[in-house]
């Protein structure tokens, strides 16, 4: 009878105890390292993040376009083709790039001048009020000529890389641009005129 007496009051602390257990809790924020709930939020959060990332970059934004050139008559021919490709980043600025050939044929009583020429240009486009644009290209040609001579058959031929720097200013109308430009680098043998000459192009 005692043995159990005995028993009864040892086991009596650990009921009471067991009896008191409880779980502590302590408040803290959403973003604390704590929160246990917090690592599916913070996966939306970086997935959310990425997204924004991809959306940098608008395929809306692109702008295709070319400049063409054509031009006949009896001793002149002149081709022309040259595709672009620009980005309109925001209201004031669009840049992109092209590359660009041209052929050119002149045929005189003393002579018969044959040019080709292939480019590649950077080109930017500013726009300080919607419809005025400040424009720039700088370009690097591959231009390769051959002169002949009729009275003697004598035959001229030359090549070589001919630098171009292209600034202008004008009118925006939609996506075509009308500018007056100039050639800063005013290299030998440039494809574009000597002084100011009048620029046209379009995009889409």
Same mark, same amino acid.
């Given at each position: ?13 650990? *009921? ?7 779980? %502590?809790? *302590?408040? #803290? ?6 929160? /246990? ?10 997935? %959310? ?8 970059? $608008? =395929? ?28 309109? !980043?925001?209201?004031? !600025?669009?840049? &992109?790039?092209?590359? =660009? ?13 044959? $040019?080709?020429?292939?480019? /590649? ?7 300080? #009020?919607?419809? *005025? ?9 591959? /231009? ?12 001229? =031929?030359?090549?070589? !890389? ?9 009118? @925006?109308?939609?996506?075509?641009? *009308?500018?007056?430009?100039? %050639?800063?680098?005013? @290299? ?5 005129? %000597?002084? !100011?000459?009048? &620029? #046209?192009?379009?995009?889409?």
């Amino acid at each position: 009878m005692r043995s159990w007496l005995i028993y009864l009051l040892l086991l009596l602390p650990i *009921i009471a105890n067991a009896q008191g257990f409880s779980y %502590d809790t *302590i408040r #803290v924020g959403a973003d604390d390292s704590r929160n /246990i709930h917090s690592s599916g939020r913070e996966y939306y959060r970086i997935t %959310d993040h990425n997204e924004s990332k991809a959306e940098l970059f $608008d =395929k809306s934004k692109l702008r295709f376009g070319a400049n063409l050139g054509l031009s006949l008559s009896r001793n002149y021919t002149h081709l022309g083709l040259g595709p672009q490709i620009g980005y309109q !980043f925001n209201q004031y !600025f669009m840049a &992109g790039t092209g590359i =660009k050939y041209y052929y050119s044929r002149a045929n005189l009583s003393n002579y018969e001048n044959k $040019d080709n020429l292939l480019g /590649i240009n950077l080109f930017g486009y500013t726009y300080p #009020v919607h419809f *005025i644009t400040i424009f720039t290209q700088p370009e690097l040609n591959y /231009i390769w000529s051959k002169l002949t001579y009729k009275s003697t058959g004598e035959v001229i =031929k030359s090549n070589g !890389f001919v630098p171009s720097l292209i600034v202008g200013a004008g009118f @925006r109308l939609g996506y075509t641009h *009308i500018t007056l430009n100039y %050639d800063l680098a005013q @290299r030998p043998n440039s494809p574009h005129p %000597d002084g !100011f000459y009048l &620029g #046209v192009s379009a995009f889409f």
